[in-house]
Structures are given as structure tokens and as C-alpha cells.
């Protein structure tokens, strides 16, 4: 009895904790997920636009808007995912919160280098589609449109990369009202550029590119003038450009995790399509209603995410350990909804997109196989953002990777064209190889050291904030300054004289070769409080270091302050010595020459004078 009392508390605490995180997790999941909704209208308004066009704008829009995706925007999407673990976890850990707004700069300079190869092949994408054997007419427009899209490129990826940074410090709703701002106004310009001022085809593209750049601007005044800023440094090209590897290292596999996943959705497309047409159909509903059912666990895992990242950065790794434990059961519980509501719906949930029988039949066949591929999925994509707050992106790479490129995709042709099970074969391979995905990322969480993760953030912190401030010299054995952990100036100085005091008894102080008396440079006491009473000389001089930048860890500053005075007494040296000289020389030469050229007036006497 008394074992049940004792654990009562703890069962309460914990399943508090619980309630705690399933509330956190979910008010900050919608709002990821209306601007994840927002954001793909973009694109899709203009593709409404285009299809009342005609039939070859509909599937140049369509291709080119696929193109453009699956080349572009899918690799900055997954270099972002690198700035769910940086940006997240430096937030709460590091001393200095703008370490977040540099790891956004790096990743903008890398995805700058990224720009060049994806422009060269957006600028010659009329030759890819003709390749692919497209239709003249729709390759050019198709091409148009790619083209039209090289000028949004950088402005997606810029706002990609300030949303990681505002949902980094908790800001998820930030994104979402820059979107409600932005979405009614892409429909304007859609309207305005292609039906008012006649634009037509390239009006569709033209407003894609002014939408995604005014939502920047509309992002970088939220940022400036409401919240955010405080997380974003000077820019400093030395810093952008250096340092790398830890955002390498995590961006590289993003860009895998995301590609991989993208593309074997589209092979798989094109393998339909070589079946027939109802085939192609049927694969089109399925496709899209995967979609539209990813967007809640996308939320909670990006939502995910940023609360592992922040409580490991906060050093809290059971708290941690139990957000992801929560995350998961969010996500098991939504995927299950899903997928009744999948098998509940049948044989009627393709009549939602088409009224064609035979398109209706195909997908109520594979409905039962493309329920438990959604299970899948989107526990799969929770887990996955875990992984991402964690700082393990590579574990979801690996993972897809093999599960659609070396499982799915040759089974599933191997099985709809040789078998001939048609799209149940290409749809068997995938779910059977996303199961297996699932359970190899949910036993990577599981069983992950939670402990271990919070030792390897404060890590990576400390190198951070040596590199932002390497003035400051951080001891955890001493007394710490304010809420940064920094020890000031005066803080050293003290203790750097209190401890040449314990260790030598001798009242001389460290950095300077011989010693110099206490009572010139040491403590001269304490006041009331406590607090050292210091010699206004030393005073004077931390206020030089404080000005000067900074300093060196062996001889507590003087070796800046030496240089400096030395370049000042090199300066005088140079410039007002010489000039002192010769003003002083012309006028000892003009004194010595006034006697020689002037009148002998010895015996005389000054007028004036008796």
C-alpha cells in the first residue's frame, strides 16, 4: 500500500507532463498546418488560372509547376530541415540568441551555392522536357513557366529559412498571418496580370514571383517590427561562409529525406501513366488524398520538432523524452483516424474527385493498401521531425532511401508490369516498404539516450557562443555574470588576483612579468556588500579592453592593450615626431641665422633704455 502512495505522485506528475505537451503540441500544430495549406495554394491558384486558359496551358502549368517542385523548392525545403535542429536547440541553450539568426545565414549561403547548378538547369529545361518526350508546344510553355520561376527561387528559400528561425522561438503563428496576407493578394495578381492586363500564360508565372517576394517583405517587417529580431546578428560574410560542417551535416541528409520521398511519388506517377489512362486516374486521387491527409501529421511533426530541439537545448531530456513519446502518440492516433476514415469511405471517397466508374472502381480496390501506407506514413513523418529536433536527419534519409529506392520501386514495377497487379502492385510495394521504415525510425526514437542528446547540444553550444564571443572567457567551476553565464572583465580581475594571492602569496598580479604591488593593481577590500574595491586604474583599463575587443586568455587583456598603445606611440612617432622636429629646427636655424645678418650693434645701447 505504501509503494502505491509513493508512486501516486510521480504517475500524477508524469501524466500531467503528458496533458502538458499533447496541448502544446496541438496549439502549435495548427497554425503550422493552415500555412502549410496557404503556401501550396500559391502554385495551385495559378494552375486554376491557367486551365481556363486552355488544355496546353493546364498541363504546361502543371508540368512546369511539377518541374519546379521536384527541383527546386523540394531541395530547399530539405536544407531547411537542418535549421529545425540548429536554430531550435541554440535557441534555449546558447548564451547569445542571435547564434540562431547565424545558422539561418549559413544556410542561406549554402543554399546560395546550391542556386547556380539549379538555374543552369531551369534556363535549358525546354531540351530535359523534349527528352522526356513532351509535346512541342506544351515543352515550350512548360519551359516558359520554369524559367519565369529561376526569379522566385531564392525568395522561397529565404522564407523557408526565416519560417524555421520564427518557429524556432515559438513564433509558429508568425508565418501563418504573413500567408493570410499574401494568399488573397496572389489571387489579385493572378486575376490582374493574366485577365486585366492580358498576360496571359506568363502573367501565371509573373504573379508566383511577385507573391513569393512580397511575402518575404511581409516576413522581414513582421520580423523587425513585431518579433524576431532579437535572434538575428549583423551580417558578416566571414561568418556566413565559414563553419559549415555542422549545418552540412545535417542539411545534406534533409535534402535526401525530402528528394527521395518527392521523387519516388513521381516515378511512381509515370509508372501509372504507362499503364492507361483509368490507371493514371486512379493514381492521381490516390495521390492527392495522401496529401491532403499528411497535412495534421506534418504539423505535429515539424511542431515536434522544435519543442525536442528546445527542451535538449534547455538541458531537459526527460521532458524531451516525454514530448517525443507524446508526439508519437499524436501521431499513431491521427493516422489511425485516417486511415478508418480511408476504408470507412471506400467506395465512395473517389466519387469526391471524379464521377468516372471505372477511376471510382481502381481506387476502391487499393483503398485497403493505401490505408495502412497513411498509418504508416504519417506516424513515420512525427517520428521523422523528431529525428530533426534531435539532429539525426539521417536516420529518416537512410530510411526512405532504401524503403522507396531499393524496396518499393523495383518490387512495385517488378509486380505491376511483370505480374500484372497493375497499380495494387505498384501500391503493395510501397505501403509494405513504408511499414518497414516506420518501425526501423519509431525504434531509433525509442530507444534513443536522451541524456547523451543533451550532452552533445551543450557541446556544440559552447563551441557556438567561443565563436560568437571569444571575449569572454566561460568557466562553469566560477561565478557566472547575469543570465548569459559570462564572467565580465571585473569578475575576472578579481578572481584572477584571489587566486595568484592563494596559490603564490604574493601580491602580484598575473599577466605581467615580475608582479606589481597589491595595493596598485590588487583588491584594496570589500564594501558592505561584498562586492571587490577595485583601484580606478584597473577600472579605467577594463573599460580600454571593453572598447578594443577582443582579448587574450594568458595575460588577461594586456597584450590587446599593449599593441594598442604600441600602434598609438608608432603613429606619434611616425607622423608628429618629425614634424615637431623639423618646426623645432627651422626655428633653431632661423634664430642662428638672424645674428649673422644682422648689423654689428655692439657698444650700442637699446633705445628705450638708460
Known amino acids: 500500500m505504501s509503494t502505491s502512495t509513493e508512486l501516486s505522485p510521480l504517475l500524477i506528475k508524469k501524466k500531467k507532463g503528458y496533458i502538458h505537451e499533447i496541448k502544446w503540441l496541438f496549439k502549435n500544430a495548427i497554425p503550422i498546418v493552415i500555412s502549410y495549406l496557404l503556401q501550396n495554394s500559391l502554385q495551385s491558384v495559378g494552375i486554376m488560372n491557367a486551365g481556363h486558359l486552355g488544355a496546353h496551358e493546364l498541363a504546361s502549368a502543371t508540368l512546369g509547376s511539377m518541374f519546379v517542385t521536384i527541383t527546386g523548392f523540394s531541395v530547399a525545403t530539405g536544407a531547411t530541415l537542418a535549421l529545425d535542429t540548429l536554430c ?17 545565414q549559413r544556410c542561406l549561403a549554402f543554399m546560395s551555392m546550391l542556386y547556380v547548378p539549379i538555374v543552369m538547369l531551369w534556363w535549358n ?4 522536357f523534349t527528352l522526356l518526350r513532351q509535346d512541342p508546344i506544351i515543352a515550350r510553355l512548360a519551359a516558359t513557366y520554369v524559367r519565369w520561376m529561376i526569379l522566385a527561387a531564392p525568395a522561397f528559400a529565404l522564407f523557408e529559412a526565416l519560417k524555421k528561425m520564427m518557429q524556432a522561438q515559438g513564433l509558429f503563428h508568425a508565418p501563418t498571418l504573413v500567408l493570410l496576407v499574401g494568399t488573397p493578394l496572389n489571387v ?6 493574366i485577365w486585366v492586363l492580358d498576360l496571359g500564360f506568363h502573367g501565371v508565372a509573373i504573379a508566383s514571383c511577385i507573391t513569393y517576394w512580397v511575402i518575404v517583405l511581409f ?17 558578416s560574410t566571414i561568418q556566413a561562409f565559414t563553419q559549415w560542417r555542422p549545418m552540412v551535416k545535417l542539411a545534406v541528409p ?13 516515378i511512381v506517377a509515370l509508372g501509372a501513366s504507362w499503364i492507361d489512362t483509368p490507371n493514371l486516374g486512379a493514381q492521381s486521387v490516390i495521390l492527392t488524398s495522401i496529401t491532403a491527409l499528411y497535412t495534421l501529421p506534418f504539423g505535429v511533426g515539424i511542431a515536434a520538432a522544435n519543442r525536442v530541439g528546445n527542451l535538449l537545448g534547455a538541458q531537459k531530456p526527460k521532458q524531451a523524452r516525454t514530448a517525443a513519446q507524446t508526439a508519437l502518440m499524436a501521431g499513431t492516433l491521427i493516422g489511425l483516424c485516417n486511415s478508418f476514415t480511408l476504408l470507412l469511405a471506400r467506395h465512395s471517397w473517389a466519387t469526391l474527385f471524379t464521377g468516372d466508374s471505372q477511376v471510382v472502381k481502381l481506387v476502391s480496390q487499393a483503398i485497403p493498401l493505401v490505408s495502412l501506407f497513411v498509418l504508416a506514413d504519417n506516424l513515420a513523418g512525427v517520428a521523422d521531425g523528431v529525428l530533426n529536433g534531435m539532429g539525426r536527419q539521417h536516420v529518416g534519409a537512410w530510411c526512405n532511401l532504401g524503403a522507396y529506392y531499393f524496396c518499393a520501386l523495383p518490387i512495385g514495377f517488378w509486380l505491376c508490369f511483370r505480374q500484372h497487379w497493375n497499380l ?7 505501403a509494405g516498404a513504408l511499414v518497414i521504415a516506420c518501425a526501423i525510425t519509431l525504434a531509433v526514437v525509442l530507444t534513443s539516450d ?12 559552447k563551441e557556438e557562443d567561443d565563436e560568437m564571443h571569444p571575449k569572454y572567457i566561460r568557466d562553469q567551476s566560477l561565478p557566472t555574470y547575469g543570465a548569459h553565464n559570462q564572467v565580465t572583465p571585473m569578475e575576472r580581475e578579481r578572481q584572477a588576483v584571489e587566486q595568484q594571492q592563494k596559490e603564490h602569496n604574493s601580491s602580484g598580479y598575473p599577466g605581467v612579468v615580475g608582479g606589481t604591488p597589491a595595493e596598485f593593481r590588487g583588491i584594496q577590500g570589500y564594501d558592505s556588500q561584498g562586492n ?8 579605467q583599463r577594463h573599460q580600454i579592453e571593453e572598447r578594443l575587443g577582443p582579448t587574450c586568455q594568458h595575460d588577461g587583456g594586456y597584450h590587446d592593450l599593449r599593441m594598442h598603445l604600441t600602434y598609438k606611440s608608432l603613429l606619434f612617432a611616425i607622423l608628429v615626431v618629425p614634424y615637431c622636429c623639423g618646426y623645432r629646427g627651422k626655428r633653431v636655424a632661423n634664430a642662428t641665422e638672424a645674428p649673422m645678418n644682422a648689423p654689428e650693434t655692439a657698444g650700442r645701447t637699446p633705445p628705450g633704455n638708460p
Not at 520580423?223 to 551580417?235: D, K, M, S, V
Open 254 to 266: 534533409g535534402i535526401l529525406l525530402i528528394c527521395t520521398e518527392t521523387w519516388a511519388y513521381e
Open 450 to 461: 536522451w541524456q547523451k542528446e543533451a550532452q552533445m547540444v551543450e557541446k556544440r553550444t
Open 219 to 235: 516576413m522581414i517587417l513582421y520580423i523587425r517590427f513585431i518579433g524576431g529580431h532579437q535572434a538575428w546578428p549583423a551580417w
Open 424 to 430: 495494387l502492385g505498384l501500391w503493395s510495394a510501397l
Open 188 to 193: 489579385a495578381l493572378n486575376y490582374i496580370l
Open 532 to 539: 571587490p574595491i577595485i583601484p580606478s586604474f584597473v577600472a
Open 125 to 128: 529545361v525546354e531540351y530535359v
Open 88 to 104: 531550435s536547440q541554440s535557441f534555449t541553450s546558447s548564451n547569445d540568441k542571435k547564434v540562431v539568426g547565424l545558422h539561418v
